[in-house]
């Protein structure tokens, strides 16, 4: 029997529906989100994603301004214009587009963002109060994965939930946010023994690791529920790190790639923006 696709172009344009008529009742309120992407050098696939950010903000009804600095920028005049967007008023929301140039340290960089501006979650602050299951700001990629599994009515409580990939911006916030919410959670790394036999108990599979199809269907256990975070590009293709076809065949529900996890990034960066507005008020 084939999975249930999970529709991450669906469920995000039914949030974004939302996240738009809340931007237009706070703007009458004379509250228009307000979201700073600041960009650094001239890497291709951080404009990209840079663009389709503020694309997205624009069709939401948010303010959205974006700053393109020169690959040779000095690390003072990037901790300066991060200064400059926490102390005005009319931007709720700082991103700063990884990876920096080499020369730069984004560990200071990250830091230096107002922990109430930083809708990407990465702020040590808020990785603290993640940590402590107080979050502030949730990082927006395993947020959206969270969405989805509510949206789609997956019970977490007492499930079994492991994560493949234990990053600071996917896995780990990810291994957080589902042991809050009940799940018994393993948190996979490249070190892992037997990833297969982990993989075979979980009720709840995140793949988050950036190697195309590394995960096949006789990895899955009948039923469970498989999301794919990966983004790999093979032959000039988009797939993730499951191994769709092989997948479908075992899985209750499956993420496609694209169509899944993608989407709902960039939209739990509006509602993040949203959220920030709300506080300040
Ligand atoms: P990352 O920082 O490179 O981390 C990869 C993680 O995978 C590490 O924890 C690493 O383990 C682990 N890993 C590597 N090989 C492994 C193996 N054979 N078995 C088990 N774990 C292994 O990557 P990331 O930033 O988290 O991104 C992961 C993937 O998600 C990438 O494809 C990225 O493009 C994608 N992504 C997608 C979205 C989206 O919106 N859909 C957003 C962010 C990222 P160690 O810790 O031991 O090194």
Redesign the pocket.
Same mark, same amino acid.
């Given at each position: 029997m084939s999975a249930q696709i999970i529709s991450g172009t669906e469920l995000a344009a039914s949030i974004r529906e939302t996240i738009a008529t809340r931007a237009a009742e706070l703007t009458t309120l004379g509250h228009k989100p307000g979201l700073a992407v600041v960009l650094v050098g001239d890497d291709p696939a951080s404009r990209v994603y840079v663009r389709n950010k503020v694309s997205a903000c624009e069709k939401a009804g948010f303010k959205s301004v974006m700053y393109e600095m020169p690959e040779n920028t000095s690390q003072d005049a990037l901790v300066g214009l991060v200064q400059q967007l926490n102390a005005d008023p009319s931007i709720h929301g700082i991103l700063v587009q990884l990876p920096l140039p080499k020369h730069l340290d984004s560990h200071v960089v990250i830091e230096t963002i107002s922990a109430a501006k930083d809708v990407d979650g990465f702020h040590i602050s808020n990785a603290g109060l993640l940590m402590t299951g107080k979050p502030l700001f949730r990082p927006c990629?395993p947020y959206?994965v969270m969405k989805m599994l509510e949206l789609t009515g997956i019970e977490l409580r007492g499930a079994e939930a492991v994560v493949?990939?234990?990053?600071n911006?996917?896995?780990k916030p990810q291994a957080m946010l589902l042991l809050q919410q009940g799940a018994t959670v393993t948190l996979?790394?490249?070190?892992?023994k037997d990833?297969k036999s982990h993989c075979q108990r979980a009720d709840i599979l995140v793949v988050?690791?950036?190697?195309p199809n590394?995960i096949t269907g006789d990895m899955i256990k009948p039923g469970a529920v498989v999301i794919d =975070? &990966?983004?790999?590009r093979v032959d000039g293709k988009l797939c993730g790190?499951v191994d769709f076809d092989s997948a479908k065949e075992v899985a209750g529900w499956i993420t496609p790639v694209p169509g899944? =996890? &993608?989407p709902?990034?960039i939209t739990m960066l509006l509602q993040n923006t949203i959220e920030a507005v709300e506080r300040s008020l």
């Open positions: 990629t959206g493949i990939g234990a990053s911006i996917v896995g996979c790394n490249s070190k892992t990833l988050a690791v950036g190697r590394m =975070v &990966g983004i790999n790190d899944g =996890v &993608g709902m990034t």
